[in-house]
């Protein structure tokens, strides 16, 4: 049926439904290949990342050895720890990874996107929150928004 807003009368059509999964932090390890990158640019970064994997299995810290070998220089000096972030904000094959994480301290094996090679470190989980502790977010933000002067 359709639905009344203030904005007038809506159809809405579901297309596929998921879990809600709220937001992680990660830290992550990349050598850089470009999008397009030739097989031999990214089988050196396979290789860098490879023998990334070998140091961290033998014990090394994973932010020490973000800092000294990650090519991502913005993050690298945090330990390559990035932002918090949920769904839609990275791109798919790093989304699927980090979500799919299940502990703090867990350490991803090597996997490719178009931006180059990386490994991934579980920071934190933050489930989505109850309805009631974001509530007045949620109004303050459509509040804000200009669509809702229209």
């Known amino acids: 049926m359709p639905v009344e807003t203030k904005y007038g009368y809506h159809l809405i059509k ?10 992680v932090q990660v830290a992550h390890i990349m050598f850089k290949t470009g999008n397009g990158a030739d ?12 023998k990334v994997m070998e140091i961290l299995k033998s014990g090394e ?3 020490d050895v973000a800092e ?14 990035l932002p918090p972030f949920g769904v839609g ?7 699927h990874v980090a979500f799919s994480l299940n502990n703090v301290g867990d350490i991803s094996d090597p996997f ?6 990386h490994m991934i470190q579980l920071i934190e989980q ?20 200009s669509r809702s002067e229209l």
């Open 112 to 117: 490719l996107t178009d931006y180059g090679w």
């Open 126 to 145: 933050n489930p989505i929150p109850e309805f009631e502790e974001v509530e007045s977010d949620l109004q303050r933000m459509i509040d804000k928004d």
């Open 68 to 81: 000294r070998f990650s090519e991502d220089r913005s993050t690298a000096v945090k330990g390559g720890v």
């Open 39 to 50: 097989k031999n640019k990214i089988k050196l970064a396979h290789d860098k990342i490879v």
């Open 61 to 63: 810290d994973f932010s």
């Open 14 to 23: 579901v297309h596929d439904i998921r879990d809600a999964v709220g937001q």
């Open 89 to 95: 904000k990275m791109v798919p094959e790093f989304e």
